[in-house]
């Protein structure tokens, strides 16, 4: 993998009063290995080749709509390399077509394993059987998150990004606000918005990150994919009134939750924010299949 020339823009996002809130792009960096993505996966790939494995293949984890499962598919066509997917859920084996993300990850070439949710919890077994399986194998953890992905998110930080009083961005394993919160300035105050009710997030990034900069907000609204009725008016009006698309998983709930900590006056007046958009929007069209299912107003979809 190269590191890209593609400018990633820091917009504005306007508001009333005196705090500045602003977006990184991070979504636009790449079609189909969006955001955070890229650089979780960076270092990854690369340490991988370098040892020129003979049949090269990347297994990674996820659950059906997992944004992770459709950027490793995407890179594993890209660079053609055979990509398996562990996909958690063995009732999918039966109805994996109607579902968009394992649909466009078949598309890349990726192979699937659909494993029980109590399998799928079992990490530790299920990587022993792969490592036996598969011994040249490079074997992702669920999401990315590892020392390397940590290191890759080094390069969502520049010289822009460090006069910001806060750096915000979603959490899910962790990964992402570990290397933010690592390659902070000493000033800077990171925040990490849970989508995800885990408890041991807190320990992880402490560990991935070695320092202690970072708060962890909830904004899972109950748990990991769950999609409020709010949720969805927020990311509709967020799209109307700024032009830009967040996702309903992870970068809707962060930027709705940071709205809200405005509202209630949690930044000192003068504050300047960023928010790292760490994409997702390929899961717009599986959330939505889910809404129209249920009767529910569905997302909005805008190009930007
Ligand atoms: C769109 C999006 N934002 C944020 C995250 C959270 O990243 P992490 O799992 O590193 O906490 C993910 C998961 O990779 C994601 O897909």
Same mark, same amino acid.
């Given at each position: 993998?190269?590191?890209?020339?593609?400018?990633?823009?820091?917009?504005?996002?306007?508001?009333?009063?005196?705090?500045?809130?602003?977006?990184?792009?991070?979504?636009?960096?790449?079609?189909?290995?969006?955001?955070?993505?890229?650089?979780?996966?960076?270092?990854?790939?690369?340490?991988?080749?370098?040892?020129?494995?003979?049949?090269?293949?990347?297994?990674?984890?996820?659950?059906?709509?997992?944004?992770?499962? +459709?950027?490793?598919?995407?890179? &594993? /066509?890209?660079?053609?390399?055979?990509?398996?997917? =562990?996909?958690?859920?063995? %009732?999918?084996?039966?109805?994996?077509?109607?579902?968009?993300?394992?649909?466009?990850?078949?598309?890349?070439?990726?192979?699937?394993?659909?494993?029980?949710?109590?399998?799928?919890?079992?990490?530790?077994?299920?990587?022993?059987?792969?490592?036996?399986?598969?011994?040249?194998?490079?074997?992702?953890?669920?999401?990315?998150?590892?020392?390397?992905?940590?290191?890759?998110?080094?390069?969502?930080?520049?010289?822009?990004?460090?006069?910001?009083?806060?750096?915000?961005?979603?959490?899910?394993?962790?990964?992402?606000?570990?290397?933010?919160?690592?390659?902070?300035?000493?000033?800077?105050?990171?925040?990490?918005?849970?989508?995800?009710?885990?408890?041991?997030?807190?320990?992880?990034?402490?560990?991935?990150?070695?320092?202690?900069?970072?708060?962890?907000?909830? +904004?899972?609204?109950?748990?990991? &994919? /769950?999609?409020?009725?709010?949720?969805?008016?927020? =990311?509709?009006?967020?799209? %109307?009134?700024?032009?830009?698309?967040?996702?309903?998983?992870?970068?809707?709930?962060?930027?709705?939750?940071?709205?809200?900590?405005?509202?209630?006056?949690?930044?000192?007046?003068?504050?300047?924010?960023?928010?790292?958009?760490?994409?997702?929007?390929?899961?717009?069209?599986?959330?939505?299949?889910?809404?129209?299912?249920?009767?529910?107003?569905?997302?909005?979809?805008?190009?930007?």
């Amino acid at each position: 993998m190269e590191i890209p020339d593609t400018l990633i823009p820091i917009t504005e996002i306007h508001l009333d009063g005196n705090i500045r809130l602003y977006i990184k792009r991070e979504d636009l960096i790449h079609p189909e290995i969006s955001g955070n993505k890229y650089w979780k996966l960076f270092y990854n790939i690369n340490h991988y080749l370098q040892q020129r494995p003979k049949k090269p293949l990347i297994i990674t984890f996820g659950g059906a709509f997992s944004n992770h499962i +459709a950027s490793v598919s995407a890179l &594993g /066509k890209g660079l053609g390399i055979q990509t398996l997917g =562990i996909i958690r859920g063995d %009732e999918l084996q039966q109805k994996w077509q109607e579902n968009p993300t394992l649909q466009f990850a078949h598309e890349k070439g990726m192979d699937f394993r659909f494993v029980t949710r109590e399998e799928y919890r079992d990490k530790e077994t299920l990587n022993w059987t792969l490592e036996n399986e598969f011994p040249d194998a490079l074997i992702i953890p669920e999401g990315g998150t590892n020392t390397l992905a940590v290191k890759g998110i080094q390069h969502m930080l520049n010289n822009e990004t460090k006069s910001f009083d806060y750096l915000c961005t979603a959490v899910g394993t962790g990964g992402t606000v570990a290397g933010i919160s690592k390659f902070a300035e000493r000033n800077q105050q990171v925040l990490g918005f849970k989508v995800v009710d885990d408890e041991s997030l807190r320990q992880k990034v402490f560990e991935l990150s070695g320092r202690r900069n970072s708060v962890l907000i909830e +904004a899972h609204d109950g748990s990991y &994919g /769950k999609i409020t009725d709010e949720n969805v008016r927020f =990311i509709n009006s967020f799209s %109307e009134k700024y032009s830009v698309q967040l996702d309903p998983v992870y970068t809707g709930k962060m930027m709705k939750r940071i709205f809200e900590l405005i509202e209630t006056e949690y930044f000192p007046e003068g504050s300047s924010i960023l928010a790292f958009h760490t994409g997702g929007l390929q899961g717009i069209e599986g959330a939505n299949q889910m809404l129209q299912k249920q009767n529910r107003a569905f997302i909005n979809q805008i190009r930007s």
